[in-house]
């Protein structure tokens, strides 16, 4: 190896061997090196020469050949459109796809009786129903969760839950198809006048998508948890004529959403052209549970008494009820009564046989309004007798009835109380058969059975005579509508009490259009005989009078019961 001197270039030295390694160039050695193309050196693009870079112009040659494409036509401007082409807008779909998607709904999965609340933002605000899966959505401008819907899953068509019309996305066009009415009558049921007027006239049998067999009113609803309390009380009040007819015919868009959702469920339980045999309370559970702040929630169970009086009140300030005013609003006006109350105070003097027994002294005497009347049971037998002819003891209505009669008089506090109802008597009378009692220690059931018949109940010994109101002597009969019950199921428990009783309600619901009855329990429906009605535990009535009866003067003149 020559040696070379400090000053000499390295560039002049053509024969300076390679700093790798030997194994390296020993590899370099073998391997073919193929001929390198031309311009270039060792493999290596060379760098033009100065002189040539000014007479070259790529990236001016690369964008002069860009434009001749461009305006031959061969490529489109990108300046023109986005990197990522977003679909067109439409006002109205193109000739001859009017029908597009619709093939893609599926009717078997909309479920419209759940809260009106996006899947994604969880908003109750312009709300849309994706009609192929059936999930909420919020909006359908570009940026809204149903247009992102329809691009991620292709899924088009949707249903504005508010105003009911229907469009596709992304497109964002309105479908006029008559084809989609049906979906528009589940989503909001509404019967005109004559319809509803013929309810409890004609008998009337509908089937559902997957044709079975239902008739409209009385079909199931869905017990989510333990909202059996809540079926059972909205069953037997979408029974009730008047006030039935009511919420299915005004219209209630400006009042609170508590009104809005009962008048809403009661239209879904008449349905006639409904998808399914059963409905879901869910919407109308959810806006109580707000409204009682989670006094009535779907998953603890609630007496159903209880909420019957909550829910009757809350429902009267709904639809424009007035606090003071009696008789204000529809529910008042169907089952509001007056009651007159004398009491007495129990002195000292008084014996102990005597102590019930109204005295010559002052009686104070004051008149309320009811919408419940609570009857009181006698108490249970604590031991069968020689020949259990107590096992399941029984009373008649119409026994326990005489707590109204104005002579039974009752020990309440430190006086002797006794009721009596007045004229005029409402067109329906709710009765509370009170069977739980609760101390410091313990909450009792009394089992007794309360018979009574399910027509021409004669309610005129409990009414105090006015002659102005009602001819005396004239019998004033109610007919029963529906009958709650009460059923105590054995519950297996781990805890230190061992079973524990389950509270199962059912109600027992007349249809006027055939004179049957039916029981209803969550999602089961069933014929019942009218004759054994009284064999449950009934725990609420409802009792409806009778039409053709005087009301009112006796200048109206005499009506046949």
């Given at each position: 190896m020559s040696k070379r001197h400090a000053l000499e270039p390295l560039e002049d030295v053509v024969d300076a061997p390679s700093?790798?390694?030997?194994?390296?160039?020993?590899?370099?050695?073998?391997?073919?090196?193929?001929?390198?193309?031309?311009?270039?050196?060792?493999?290596?693009?060379?760098?033009?020469?100065?002189?040539?870079?000014?007479?070259?112009?790529?990236?001016?040659?690369?964008?002069?050949?860009?434009?001749?494409?461009?305006?031959?036509?061969?490529?489109?401007?990108?300046?023109?459109?986005?990197?990522?082409?977003?679909?067109?807008?439409?006002?109205?779909?193109?000739?001859?796809?009017?029908?597009?998607?619709?093939?893609?709904?599926d009717r078997k999965v909309l479920d419209f009786d759940f809260e009106k609340l996006c899947s994604v933002t969880l908003s109750n605000i312009n709300v849309y129903a994706c009609l192929v899966c059936g999930k909420y959505f919020q909006g359908r401008g570009p940026k809204s969760q149903a247009y992102f819907h329809a691009l991620d899953e292709n899924h088009h068509v949707y249903v504005n839950m508010e105003t009911k019309k229907v469009y596709v996305l992304p497109e964002g066009y309105e479908v006029m198809s008559k084809s989609l009415e049906d979906i528009k009558f589940v989503v909001d049921p509404r019967l005109s006048k004559a319809e509803v007027a013929r309810l409890d006239k004609e008998p009337k049998v509908s089937w559902d998508l997957s044709n079975r067999e239902y008739i409209p009113g009385f079909i199931g609803m869905n017990n989510i948890k333990a909202n059996d309390y809540f079926n059972v009380v909205i069953q037997a009040l979408s029974h009730v004529t008047p006030l039935r007819n009511y919420f299915m015919l005004e219209n209630l868009s400006g009042r609170p959403q508590l009104a809005q959702r009962f008048s809403t469920l009661v239209r879904k339980i008449w349905n006639p052209r409904a998808f399914k045999t059963h409905v879901s309370p869910h919407e109308l559970l959810q806006e109580i549970a707000l409204r009682s702040s989670k006094r009535f929630t779907l998953t603890d169970q609630s007496d159903p008494v209880d909420f019957l009086s909550w829910f009757l009140n809350n429902l009267h300030l709904a639809v424009g009820g007035s606090k003071t005013k009696p008789g204000s609003s529809i529910v008042q006006k169907v089952f509001q009564g007056t009651l007159k109350i004398e009491s007495q105070e129990i002195t000292a003097r008084a014996d102990a046989g005597d102590r019930l027994r109204f005295e010559d002294a002052a009686v104070n005497t004051s008149v309320t309004k009811f919408l419940v009347l609570t009857l009181d049971l006698p108490a249970a037998p604590l031991f069968q007798d020689a020949l259990e002819k107590n096992i399941i003891p029984q009373v008649p209505l119409t026994t326990v009835l005489n707590k109204y009669n104005g002579l039974q008089a009752q020990e309440k506090m430190k006086n002797r109380v006794r009721y009596r109802l007045l004229h005029p008597l409402p067109p329906y009378l709710l009765f509370h058969i009170k069977r739980f009692s609760k101390n410091k220690f313990?909450?009792?059931?009394?089992?007794?059975?309360?018979?009574?018949?399910?027509?021409?109940?004669?309610?005129?010994?409990?009414?105090?005579?006015?002659?102005?109101?009602?001819?005396?002597?004239?019998?004033?009969?109610?007919?029963?509508?529906?009958?709650?019950?009460?059923?105590?199921?054995?519950?297996?428990?781990?805890?230190?009490?061992?079973?524990?009783?389950?509270?199962?309600?059912?109600?027992?619901?007349?249809?006027?259009?055939?004179?049957?009855?039916?029981?209803?329990?969550?999602?089961?429906?069933?014929?019942?005989?009218?004759?054994?009605?009284f064999t449950k535990e009934s725990y609420v009535q409802v009792w409806e009078r009778r039409r053709g009866q005087p009301s009112g003067s006796v200048n109206k003149g005499k009506g046949k019961a």
């Open positions: 700093p790798a390694s030997k194994r390296a160039r020993v590899e370099d050695e073998e391997m073919a090196t193929p001929e390198p193309p031309n311009g270039t050196a060792n493999g290596h693009l060379m760098r033009p020469r100065k002189e040539d870079e000014e007479k070259v112009d790529i990236l001016g040659a690369d964008a002069e050949e860009h434009a001749e494409l461009v305006e031959a036509g061969a490529l489109v401007d990108e300046a023109d459109e986005p990197a990522v082409g977003a679909p067109k807008r439409q006002k109205a779909p193109e000739a001859g796809y009017t029908d597009l998607y619709l093939d893609t709904i313990v909450s009792e059931r009394n089992p007794t059975i309360v018979t009574f018949p399910a027509q021409s109940l004669d309610m005129s010994p409990y009414v105090e005579p006015n002659p102005k109101e009602y001819p005396p002597g004239e019998p004033i009969y109610y007919d029963l509508v529906a009958n709650i019950t009460h059923e105590a199921v054995k519950k297996k428990d781990d805890s230190v009490e061992g079973e524990q009783d389950m509270k199962v309600w059912r109600v027992q619901l007349k249809d006027r259009s055939r004179d049957e009855w039916y029981g209803v329990q969550d999602l089961f429906v069933e014929k019942e005989r009218g004759e054994t009605l």
